[in-house]
């Protein structure tokens, strides 16, 4: 079946630090690909997306690539600041299926 | 907006009682969720629907059931609580199929403690 595989937390760095949250996932055929996003005290919240193999979902300046040959998407952001400090989930969702389903989660926190 | 709610932020709950957690959206959304959230666990799905009374298993569908008589409500029904269902529940909805309708909507979630 389905399933996403993502880095363990947790994850502190500095702020403007580089970030990478590695994501790979396992789906028979075309699956569409997500980044959530949960703040302290909040729900959680779509932060980018891609539906097919070679998009890249942007947003909030994250970004994730589509990779198919690596079955990958990993989540970057050039700069990180503090208010990204959150748990990010890496979700799919299989080509003919109406689930969707999530990583462990990856908590992130940011250094002033 | 879309507003999806779930009817209790805490609930606490004894060991065999028969637990209701109620969800209900404003968008008319076909699909809708039920994940439970644990530490390193991350969310698991229980059950979904995608219409009235149609219902599907997701991966941890035991000890669970569900209702939905109305598009806007989707209930999960705990038949005897015990204490590994202490948890914290998170409903969610989204449009029907299609690719621009892949963002789900979260509530805010139900912490359930079952002593």
């Known amino acids: 079946g389905n399933s996403v595989t993502q880095m363990e937390g947790p994850v502190t760095l500095s702020e403007e630090a580089f970030l990478t949250i590695n994501c790979t996932y396992t789906a028979t055929g075309y699956p569409s690909l997500f980044w959530y996003v949960q703040y302290p005290g909040e729900g959680l919240q779509l932060l980018l997306k891609a539906t097919k193999a070679d998009d890249k979902g942007s947003n909030k300046g994250f970004e994730a690539t589509y990779r198919k040959e690596t079955t990958s998407f990993h989540l970057e952001k050039g700069s990180v600041q503090v208010s990204d400090s959150a748990v990010y989930f890496c979700?799919?969702?299989?080509?003919?299926?109406?689930?969707?389903?999530f990583g462990s989660g990856t908590r992130l926190s940011i250094r002033p | 907006d879309v507003k999806v709610t779930q009817s209790s932020r805490y609930l606490v709950k004894r060991t065999g009682e028969k637990v209701f957690l109620e969800c209900v959206q404003d968008m008319d959304h076909e699909n809708m969720f039920w994940y439970r959230q644990d530490p390193g666990l991350g969310l698991r799905l229980i059950y979904f629907?995608?219409?009235?009374?149609?219902?599907e298993k997701g991966d941890i569908p035991e000890g669970y059931s569900v209702s939905r008589e109305k598009k806007e409500r989707f209930s999960l029904i705990l038949e005897s609580a015990s204490t590994n269902q202490t948890s914290m529940y998170l409903c969610?909805?989204?449009?029907?199929?299609?690719?621009?309708?892949?963002?789900?909507?979260f509530g805010s979630g139900t912490q359930l403690s079952v002593l």
């Open positions: 969610a909805s989204r449009p029907g199929q299609g690719a621009t309708n892949e963002k789900l909507f």
């Open positions: 629907s995608y219409d009235v009374k149609m219902k």
């Open positions: 979700a799919l969702r299989g080509s003919s299926a109406s689930k969707i389903i």
